[in-house]
T-cell receptor, first 113, second 113 residues
Framework: EPEVTQTPSHQVTQMGQEVILRCVPI?????FYWYRQILGQKVEFLVS????????KSEIFDDQFSVERPDGSNFTLKIRSTKLEDSAMYFC???????????FGAGTRLSVL | GESVGLHLPTLSVQEGDNSIINCAYS??????FIWYKQESGKGPQFIID?????DKRQGQRVTVLLNKTVKHLSLQIAATQPGDSAVYFC????????????FGQGTRLTINP
């Protein structure tokens, strides 16, 4: 089965630092997503991205967050100034078209100290 | 508002028995539902999906039932195996517009040998 890949698997950073989480969606997929899961809680939608722009974003996705598709394969999530409460698992997902199930990556564990 | 919830946070069954995991959703406009399995430290893994024009769908050892009247979704796993131990999430989606998944809290399923 095709896979969404995420790097790194674990990122440790100091509060206030910038982090970039990287994702390589499945190659023929057109819609890309970032979700967050705080330890022990449910998975929460952050942002969707289509045609090189944000389609929708949640209240969590404030000005400290940004996404980018810098080339034809990578999809990144940047947090400009990390806070302790940003510590979570971040999952990237993609779909070929609307109405199809989302394929998730294995996630990046972000630890903000 | 949009929300998806689960009736039971934990479920323990004997190996070989059948299990049923339940989910309630509140958005009557949701028309696509997915069950995901999440093992510790991993991303959500697709199990089965169902669209709102169906009330039952079967996969290998799994069956999803959808009751739109009471906005209830269930996942049945037949002949459970130790590898079925995981957290199971239901997720709802509206296919119209930008797709995004709204996840429930999750049910931890433990298979006892």
């Amino acid at each position: 089965e095709p896979e969404v890949t995420q790097t790194p698997s674990h990122q440790v950073t100091q509060m206030g630092q910038e982090v970039i989480l990287r994702c390589v969606p499945i190659s023929n997929h057109l819609y890309f997503y970032w979700y967050r899961q705080i330890l022990g809680q449910k998975v929460e939608f952050l942002v969707s991205f289509y045609n090189n722009e944000i389609s929708e974003k949640s209240e969590i996705f404030d000005d400290q967050f940004s996404v980018e598709r810098p080339d034809g394969s990578n999809f990144t999530l940047k947090i400009r100034s990390t806070k302790l409460e940003d510590s979570a698992m971040y999952f990237c997902a993609s779909i070929p078209e609307v109405g199809q199930r989302e394929y998730f990556g294995a996630g990046t564990r972000l630890s903000v100290l | 508002g949009e929300s998806v919830g689960l009736h039971l946070p934990t479920l323990s069954v004997q190996e070989g028995d059948n299990s049923i995991i339940n989910c309630a959703y509140s958005n009557s406009a949701s028309d696509y539902f997915i069950w995901y399995k999440q093992e510790s430290g991993k991303g959500p893994q697709f199990i089965i999906d169902i669209r709102s024009n169906m009330d039952k769908r079967q996969g290998q050892r799994v069956t999803v039932l959808l009751n739109k009247t009471v906005k209830h979704l269930s996942l049945q796993i037949a002949a459970t195996q130790p590898g079925d131990s995981a957290v199971y999430f239901c997720a709802e989606n509206m296919i119209q517009g930008a797709q995004k998944l709204v996840f429930g809290q999750g049910t931890r399923l433990t298979i006892n040998p």
